[in-house]
């Protein structure tokens, strides 16, 4: 193996690609899947969190278990379909909304500490990259 071999095997965006395609949606899908695990009372407490952006959520109705399915199902469906490069930017911009509301309610539960907030707004900054970028070439979907 010659520099020009490994030069030329680190220039193939596809796989650049596939890699932050796989891994951030691995990730996802699994948060997904935990959140529902988890039971009840954290899908509606993750269903709360839509308050933050404005959007009412109040007790006693069904409204916050409903935006936490919605959240979870979000991260394990768009996640999976970030993994196959199927649907890809529809999945894309929705996870971008759902980071976006965990970027805004982990600043505001931590104070602004960004070793807190800072997990989500970079899931929330590569998906809005992927949403750009597209799901490349080593994917299902062929656009």
């Given at each position: 193996?010659?520099?020009?071999s490994?030069k030329?095997?680190f ?6 690609l596939l890699?932050?395609?796989?891994s951030?949606?691995a990730f996802?899908a699994?948060?997904g899947l935990t ?32 935006f936490?399915?919605m959240?979870a199902?979000a991260?394990l469906?768009?996640?999976?379909l970030?993994v ?5 930017r ?9 980071m976006?509301v ?8 931590s104070e602004g500490?960004?070793t807190q907030?800072?997990h989500?707004l970079?899931?929330?900054l590569?998906?809005l990259?992927?949403?750009f ?9 062929k656009?």
């Amino acid at each position: 193996m010659n520099f020009a071999s490994v030069k030329d095997l680190f220039t193939r965006p596809e796989f650049g690609l596939l890699i932050i395609r796989v891994s951030v949606g691995a990730f996802l899908a699994y948060y997904g899947l935990t959140k529902f695990l988890d039971g009840t009372d954290r899908l509606a407490a993750l269903g709360k969190a839509i308050e933050n952006v404005g959007i009412p959520a109040p007790d006693g109705t069904p409204m916050p278990m409903f935006f936490g399915i919605m959240a979870a199902a979000a991260e394990l469906a768009g996640g999976v379909l970030l993994v196959v490069g199927y649907l890809f930017r529809p999945a894309a911009a929705l996870l971008v909304f759902v980071m976006t509301v965990a970027t805004v309610t982990t600043y505001g539960s931590s104070e602004g500490e960004i070793t807190q907030w800072g997990h989500p707004l970079i899931f929330t900054l590569v998906l809005l990259g992927l949403l750009f970028t597209g799901p490349g070439r080593l994917s299902i979907q062929k656009d």
